[in-house]
């Protein structure tokens, strides 16, 4: 992709450095526009650079709308809680899509061996559940809606890794390293919140 299109490339790593400079030096105005145009520019790129749309590009492109709103929504928790829990409900949705994309991808007929299938479960599950563990004593009464949350999530990157075999090896490859790094994202942004509430 670097190399394929190096417009989109170059434009996204200005939003990103501009993003990163924002957190880093607490500049909350700038990450009213950093912030969005990250996932815009995303949701963007695959509408004008996929010509033959399917509808495992619509699920990815709506998942990645409600991602925009999670996004715009977490950027107003200081002011006010309730917006914590319109971010995690948009995520929750953006997450829905995405295992539904994966499940096109994994249900198709082409054989894989079967022996990765146990693993994929066990890494994801045991990472969710020792996540939720350490988490669970500080939650109080957002206690059912992280578990929920937990578990979506932890079902959208064992999807994610099930596509192993059924498709070709870079979008694999990619989707699969995209739904680690939200997996590990949210992680840290939990563990941040948590340690700002005690």
């Known amino acids: 992709m670097l190399k394929k299109y190096p417009q989109f490339t170059f434009a996204f790593a200005i939003i990103f450095f501009a993003e990163l400079l924002a957190v880093t030096n607490n500049l909350k105005e700038i990450r009213l526009v950093t912030k969005p145009l990250i996932t815009l520019s995303l949701m963007l790129f695959l509408y004008f650079t996929i010509k033959r749309k399917s509808r495992f590009t619509g ?7 409600f991602s925009l709103l999670g996004d715009v929504f977490l950027l107003f928790v200081s002011s006010n809680q309730l ?5 995690l409900g948009s995520f929750l949705i953006a997450h ?3 295992i539904a994309a994966f499940y096109l991808d994994s249900t198709n007929k082409m054989e894989v061996p079967q022996r990765y299938i146990l693993p994929i479960f066990m890494v994801f599950g045991f990472f969710c559940l020792s996540y939720y563990y350490l988490l669970h004593p500080h939650l109080g009464n957002m206690n059912i809606p992280v578990l929920v949350y937990s578990f979506v999530i932890t079902l959208m990157g064992i999807m994610a890794a099930l596509r192993y075999g059924k498709t070709n090896f870079k979008s694999f490859a990619w ?5 680690i790094f939200f997996i590990v994202s ?5 563990y941040n919140l948590n340690s700002i509430n005690k």
């Open 59 to 65: 699920k990815i492109i709506t998942g990645l709308f």
């Open 83 to 87: 917006y914590f829990m319109l971010g």
């Open 96 to 98: 829905l899509f995405y």
């Open 175 to 179: 989707i699969l390293t995209g739904a």
């Open 186 to 190: 949210d992680s840290v942004l939990a």
